[in-house]
């Protein structure tokens, strides 16, 4: 089931494998993902054609700066005739699989409505406390190159979601391909694959994979390492990070684990799977010193050392 679904979505995004793979494996592990590219290169299309294959209710929520908390959680209306009630309207957020595109265009105040909806699957409205629908999902998309008018995400928003994937550009094979297979890039139509069912059956399968002792340690000893307060801090995060990952990074990364190792057929996860989702898990949670911006060093580079630095097995 899951190979069928990523077979489905490779079909959409042409020639991005590992942005399609880490989708699915943040779907397996019930995260919530961020996609970062520039325009154009099908983020919006990659989300709709999810909804599409697992045939879950979707929405779309397009972030403008006069969006209001109200416009995604839902609001109280006054209605009826004779004898008028406040009644609950839902907001998109009622829905299991969650676009919000342009997310960095909406203000702090409507951006901070997501942190309930996307931690606890729920939304508080004037002291009433309602469950959004199971499974619930939140696919964010945001351009990194346009500053003007846009509002970052705070650290502890980008806590909640599992992996940030960066979208590269493709090359001209594709764009070939693009030209000579999709009159006006109109993407192919999709059969669904997975049912709500279907994916509970997934849920249970990825949440009886093995994570093993050593790769336990393994994952708690590379977040410590983010600190550069720790004795275990690399010389590069000891020179380019403020503040290292918080504990939801090691549960991201034991989730995300557990995901690509039954993405792979394998009953328990292993060092690779670890070393092989940490970018995605990792560089979004890591705070950047201002040196790492003089000498132009990236989460990403940091990272990369991090994994260079931590042993797989302890030394002796």
């Known amino acids: 089931m899951a190979a069928r679904l990523k077979d489905g979505l490779n079909t ?114 004037l002291g009433q406390t309602r469950r959004l629908p199971d499974p619930f999902f939140v696919l964010a998309t945001q351009n990194p190159i346009e500053l003007e008018g846009t509002y970052p995400l705070p650290e502890a928003q980008l806590d909640r979601f599992l992996f940030r994937i960066q979208v590269p550009p493709v090359g001209a094979k594709t764009l070939r391909t693009l030209l000579t297979t999709r009159v006006r890039g109109t993407p192919p139509d999709l059969t669904p694959v997975l049912d709500a069912e279907g994916l509970g059956q997934l849920f249970a399968a990825a949440d009886r994979v093995h994570l093993p002792g050593p790769v336990a340690d393994f994952i708690g000893r590379l977040v410590e390492a983010t600190d550069p307060r720790q004795p275990s801090a690399p010389d590069a995060v000891r020179r380019f990070v403020r503040y290292g990952a918080s504990p939801r990074a090691a549960l991201a990364l034991a989730a995300s684990g557990r995901a690509l190792a039954l993405l792979h057929g394998r009953p328990n996860v292993g060092f690779d799977d670890v ?42």
């Not at 560089?283 to 132009?296: D, F, G, I, Q």
């Not at 991090?306 to 002796?316: C, G, Y």
């Open 275 to 316: 070393v092989s989702a940490a970018p995605a898990v990792l560089n979004h949670r890591l705070v950047l010193a201002y040196e790492a911006s003089l000498e132009k060093v990236g989460a990403t580079d940091v990272v990369r050392a991090l994994l260079q630095a931590v042993p797989e097995v302890p030394r002796a």
């Open 12 to 125: 959409v995004m042409l020639d991005q494998e590992s942005v399609v793979e880490q989708v699915v494996v943040a779907v397996l592990a019930r995260g919530h993902v961020l996609l970062e590219g520039l325009p154009g290169l099908g983020k919006t299309e990659l989300c709709k054609a999810l909804g599409r294959l697992l045939s879950l209710p979707f929405r779309r929520i397009q972030f403008t700066p006069d969006l209001l908390p109200g416009d995604i959680t839902g609001t109280y209306v006054l209605e009826g005739e004779g004898r008028r009630d406040f009644v609950f309207r839902e907001g998109p957020l009622f829905a299991s699989l969650v676009l919000a595109d342009e997310i960095n265009r909406s203000s702090p105040k409507t951006q901070s409505a997501l942190l309930e909806a996307m931690q606890e699957r729920s939304v508080t409205v």
